[in-house]
Nanobody, 115 residues
């Protein structure tokens, strides 16, 4: 069964914005640390941002000041607002939910930043 479903990817010009959303209706959402990862062609998957159950956030240096992660436990969603996008932000973005015993991934959504 699919535990996480992403949406919101697409093609955007450099400097533009996108908002990614991830829904986890089948999991006890509030107890998980939620995160967004990305994988560019030919590269390993990397952490973009995480948000704990207490709403503490962490970002990779390359997106600090441009991306914002947020969560809504009542709606069981986590969002990634991406501003001032750059071509190097291109990749497949994956939603992740983890705790000490479980680790779930979404299917990924493509983000392409190109003129």
């Amino acid at each position: 069964q699919v535990q996480l479903v992403e949406s919101g990817g697409g093609l955007v010009q450099p400097g533009g914005s996108l908002r990614l959303s991830c829904a986890g209706p089948r999991i006890a959402f509030s107890i998980y640390t939620m995160g967004w990862y990305r994988q560019a062609p030919g590269k390993q998957r990397e952490l973009v941002a995480t948000i704990t159950r207490d709403a503490n956030t962490n970002y990779v240096d390359s997106v600090k000041g441009r991306f914002t992660i947020s969560r809504d436990n009542a709606k069981k969603t986590v969002n990634l607002q991406m501003n001032s996008l750059k071509p190097e932000d291109t990749g497949v973005y994956y939603c992740n939910a983890r705790n000490f015993v479980e680790n779930y991934w979404g299917q990924g959504t493509q983000v392409t930043v190109s003129s």
